[in-house]
Nanobody, 118 residues
Framework: QVRLVESGGGLVQFGGSLRLSCVASGLRFPFSSYAMSWYRQAPGKERELVAAVPSIGTSTNYADSVKGRFTISRDNGKNTVYLQMNSLKTEDTAVYYC?????????WGQGTQVTVSS
């Protein structure tokens, strides 16, 4: 059974930082084979891509709204993807989900709530 378990969310003040983690288990192929990404969904809004890191190489992609503030990274030895979030804004408040993709295999975590207070 594939599981993606996010952690690290919580309540933080404007301008603060959080680091989200997503640990994968039960994947059919090695974790390093999967492209990993973070999405978020705020109340009343559609789920949107926040950051992505490929299975091979070091290129990363970010939503314009988080560029320069968020950093995605992965530790293949720990089957974990991270999202370092700095200079948080109230508009970053959302449920954050991680996603693993390999060809036609796509898996989602259950999400972790991030709330930024003003």
């Amino acid at each position: 059974q594939v599981r993606l378990v996010e952690s690290g969310g919580g309540l933080v003040q404007f301008g603060g930082s959080l680091r989200l983690s997503c640990v994968a288990s039960g994947l059919r192929f090695p974790f390093s084979s999967y492209a990993m990404s973070w999405y978020r969904q705020a109340p009343g809004k559609e789920r949107e891509l926040v950051a992505a890191v490929p299975s091979i190489g070091t290129s990363t992609n970010y939503a314009d709204s988080v560029k320069g503030r968020f950093t995605i990274s992965r530790d293949n030895g720990k089957n974990t993807v991270y999202l370092q979030m700095n200079s948080l804004k109230t508009e970053d408040t959302a449920v954050y989900y991680c996603k693993a993709e390999w060809v036609r295999d796509t898996y989602w975590g259950q999400g972790t709530q991030v709330t930024v207070s003003s």
